[in-house]
């Protein structure tokens, strides 16, 4: 079983910048096309960026463009996502997701199997 492991989130100030990590255990990263996604209070779960397996391409979603950088390392078997100048509704559970690479790639906002158990982002105004 694939299992996911998040870390690096935490309380920041508006402005200020985070680092999150996840591992993949149990599956090689190769391969795997991976994604984050967050959750905040109250509202449904909302797409954030994603790799393809060659970390050749990369997605965003309209609120974190130019703010935040998606990578990965494929002998780590990790991704990363770094956060730039965050702002209040950053606020969220950010979680780690993945799935198998398929040619032609499917949507980066659709679906993944294997989930991380999530990591609480704050930021604080």
């Known amino acids: 079983q694939v299992q996911l492991v998040e870390?690096?989130?935490?309380?920041?100030?508006?402005?200020?910048?985070?680092?999150?990590?996840?591992?993949?255990?149990g599956r090689t990263a190769s391969g795997t096309t991976m994604a984050w996604f967050r959750q905040a209070p109250g509202k449904e779960r909302e797409f954030v960026s994603?790799?393809?397996?060659?970390?050749?391409?990369?997605?965003?979603?309209?609120?974190?463009?130019?703010?935040?950088?998606?990578?990965?390392?494929?002998?780590?078997?990790?991704v990363s996502l770094q956060m730039n100048s965050l702002k209040p509704e950053d606020t969220a559970v950010y979680y780690c997701a993945a799935r198998p690479s398929t040619w032609p790639e499917g949507p980066y906002d659709g679906i993944y199997y294997d989930w991380g158990q999530g990591t609480q982002v704050t930021v604080s105004s």
């Open 50 to 78: 994603a790799i393809n397996w060659r970390g050749s391409s990369t997605a965003y979603s309209d609120s974190v463009k130019g703010r935040f950088t998606i990578s990965r390392d494929n002998i780590k078997h990790t």
């Open 7 to 25: 870390s690096g989130g935490g309380l920041v100030q508006a402005g200020g910048s985070l680092r999150l990590s996840c591992a993949l255990d």
